[in-house]
């Protein structure tokens, strides 16, 4: 593509980035106000939480402190055994959300001077409600010991928690990547079906089509801004968690960027395709909506696991981009993977990006029919 | 005519009316009256002034100064009575293209709060004037632009205002269409509606009875067609608009 | 002389309307053309025709010597078009636009300079402003600058003048006649009758048809019926008597005037205006004054789109 005309576009779109102010700012501060809200809203209420306990050694002391789960009517016991061996079968076939392991010496400590030492096992298959069980747990025992304390002696109960399936994840680790996924479509697929649509709405493309540039050109003159505004959109989603959250980022950032590159890449190719179909800019909007966002929040596993979506609706989420770059955040992130381990999702989402590119560039005539 | 409500057989009068966006003045010290059944034409250049003036006619926008009355209502604090009392039809965005002919004047008759009885009679007699009766059902963005003008101008007038702000009513009309435009806006003001209409045809300027010419946010003449042409030595309104506004340097600079 | 343009027997339609219906024409190089009609007429979809954006149902159309249809690439840098409403971008200053649409077309402003320069240096001094804070005339001038800075070998401008004053429109007319001056074949479209005069010839086009084509000043002289002018008293009350008429075939209000068109092409245009003032002062118009005139632009346009059948005769 002839440079001075490429360098025009580029500079002219971010001209137009630039000076809407007002979407300017929605648009930096979109991944930074979704991580927070994610991070903090996105921590569901749980009622009948299902306890087993493992009290090798039962007494008055441990019997009360069952009585005390049991009186906030939030849980239920549904074993009660001597052995931790009976936390892992009922894990497995999701029979309990959380276990309560008393110390064989907890209620002697508990008179004495030692502290009494309790362990917390929590089912954290799902890290938002896993958190929640913690919680809720944690509420009971520390209102306990309080009440004790307020009595003669210093009571001191320590607690140890293992998050089952999920070692250290909080939930906003899990969203991280998923945000990262939805900010992307937003600014990419949505801003660039609008930023086309308003072309033709104001007759511009009349005179690009016009002009000598061909389609594939006008197309990538106009989506190389995106990219750039994207990528900024990808740091900013980063730091927040970083710095808010304290998410951990355990893989390399290099690899992490270029697989963001390659779902904008998809993203914005979807825009185009998007505004190629719609006739006005709010169509154009609301399609972009309804085919990227939507699915992509959805149905990709970044709000409802896969696993627990139905049978049928399996297949569709394979369509999904975000699906496989939710994959592969978490795993450079969260696990430290590399693409060794992510190739083949790497592989997928190259042959989205090349497909839909292919048929964002067809889907551009050069003339008006 | 209905004179019966406004002051001294003005349907508009207006003295030193002044608008200032910071340090731009847009309207500077108009003073001008409109008689009541007057076609009056408000012309001037593009960023003369002419459409803030017209929003300050119409309750709009608030003047900086100055003081005007519109159907014998203050532009300052009776914008409501304003409102009510006249009809507005801009070159575009007057009707609703995805509702029907009826659907649209059954909506204005609504938002000036006709009987339902009242709009029935009154679509039935428009739809006949206009000759729109088999195509009541239709969507009016379908309707040739030149219908679509005839409409709007009736809908402006459902309500039965005492004035009516035309603002390019005819633009890109068909020469046939424009001129039965005009005798629809002749038939209103013999019917005692007074006419305030801008227009860029000159041809039309001269179907005014008197015209003002706005340069600079002033009004730089004020007078019958003929009148202008025998001051400015011209043979056309055309000339004489030429003339005053050729001068004009500061509506570019704005 | 060879032609820029050559249309023939093009037709475009869009569902059930027809567009265009079987035009065809010819432009001569380093003619000023003028399409004249309403909005609706088939003005814009000739124009797209012409720039490669739509491909004619039937008919062929030739730019420059290519055809629209095959070569399309060839014409693309060949042609400046100038859509109608100013394609410009709202958010960015004057020169940036220009900028912008220079470097489409693979160019620069400076090597296009010499050829807007007459037009541009006017608004050059706002060249920091937004285009949205433009006046009507200033856009046209942008928008015109825009589609010349490619130096092209015709200009295709879809009603540049709509929207915009008086004197603003008569400037842009004294800049396109320095433009042809210069050699540069230009097809322009307008809904303003008197504008064609402007031009070497015109096409009067309506409903998609083309109704006529000549030089402007040789369109009145077809009109094939008696046409008076009517001046004096009040103007709709005139109207009124004279539509009355048995004889009147049309009246019209014309400027300060009304036009009037009698039935009889056999009858002398004199005889009829003794007749029509005679009748007027039965009615009370004693102070009318009637006079024969020759028919302009906007008569025959109006006589053409009325469908009146003219007779046949004697259309002298």
Known sequence: ?369 | MTAAAQINGFAIDAQNLTRRFGSFIAVDHITFDVKTGEVFGFLGANGAGKTTAIKMLVGLLAPSEGVAHVAGFDVHSQREQIRRNIGYMSQRFSLYADLTVRENIRLYGGIYGLPPAHIEERTKLMLDTLGLATNADDLVGKLPLGWKQKLAFSVALLHEPKIVFLDEPTGGVDPITRRQFWELIYAAAARGTTVFVTTHYMDEAEYCDRISIMVDGKIAALGTPTELKERFGADSVDDVFVRLARGAKKGEAA | MSNAVELRSLSKSFEKVKALDDVSFDVAEGELFGLVGPDGAGKTTLFRILTTLLVPDKGSATVCGLDVVKDLWAIRSRVGYMPGGFALYPDLSVAENLEFFAAVFGTTVEKGYELIAPIYRQIEPFKDRRAEALSGGMKQKLALSCALVHRPDILLLDEPTTGVDAVSRREFWDQLGNLKASGLTIVVSTPYMDEALRCDRVALIHSGKILEIDPPGAVGRRYPLPLLSVTGGERFELLRALREFPEAHAVYLFGDELHYTDKRAEVSAQAIAAEVQEYLAQRGHTDAQVAPISAGIEDSFMELMGGAPPPTAAAA
């Open chain 1, 1 to 369: 593509m002839n440079l001075n005309a490429l360098r025009a576009f580029v500079v002219k779109e971010l001209h137009h980035i630039l000076r809407d102010r007002q979407t300017l700012t929605v648009l930096l501060m979109m991944p930074l106000v979704q991580v927070i809200l994610f991070g903090y809203a996105l921590r569901s209420d749980v009622r009948d939480i299902r306890m087993a306990i493992v009290d090798p050694t039962p007494d008055n002391a441990t019997l009360e402190l069952q009585s005390r789960f049991l009186s906030t009517m939030r849980f239920r016991i549904v074993a009660t055994g001597q052995s931790t061996d009976i936390i892992e079968p009922l894990f497995r076939r999701d029979k309990a959300d959380v276990a309560l392991v008393f110390d064989p010496d907890f209620a002697s400590h508990l008179r004495g001077t030692e502290p009494a030492r309790l362990l917390i096992a929590i089912d954290a298959s799902d890290p938002n409600t896993g958190t929640t069980y913690l919680n809720y747990t944690r509420a009971v025992i520390q209102a306990y010991q309080a009440e004790l304390s307020a009595g003669s002696n210093q009571v001191r109960i320590v607690t140890e928690t293992r998050m089952r399936f999920n070692p250290t994840l909080e939930s906003v680790n899990l969203f991280v990547p998923g945000l990262i996924a939805l900010v992307l479509v937003l600014v990419s697929a949505l801003m660039t079906a609008i930023s086309l649509s308003r072309e033709k709405e104001r007759g511009t493309m009349e005179v690009l089509l016009v002009s000598p540039l061909r389609p594939q050109q006008i197309i990538v003159g106009k989506v190389l801004p995106y990219l750039v505004l994207a990528f900024a959109n990808v740091l900013t989603a980063l730091l927040a968690a970083w710095a808010v959250f304290h998410v951990p980022f355990r893989g390399s950032v290099v690899l992490l960027l270029l697989e963001s590159i390659l779902y904008t890449l998809v993203s914005l190719a979807l825009g185009v395709l998007v505004a190629a179909k719609t006739a006005s800019q709010r169509a154009a909007m609301l399609t972009a909506m309804l085919a990227t966002m939507l699915p992509n929040a959805l149905l990709s596993g970044m709000i409802f696991p896969i696993a627990s979506m139905p049978r049928w609706l399996l297949p569709v989420t394979y369509v999904v981009p975000a699906r496989w770059f939710i994959v592969i955040a978490r795993g450079i992130m969260l696990k430290g993977v590399g693409l060794g381990i992510l190739w083949r999702e790497t592989l997928v989402l190259s042959a989205m990006a090349l497909l839909l590119l292919v048929a964002a560039m067809r889907s551009f005539k050069p003339r008006m029919e």
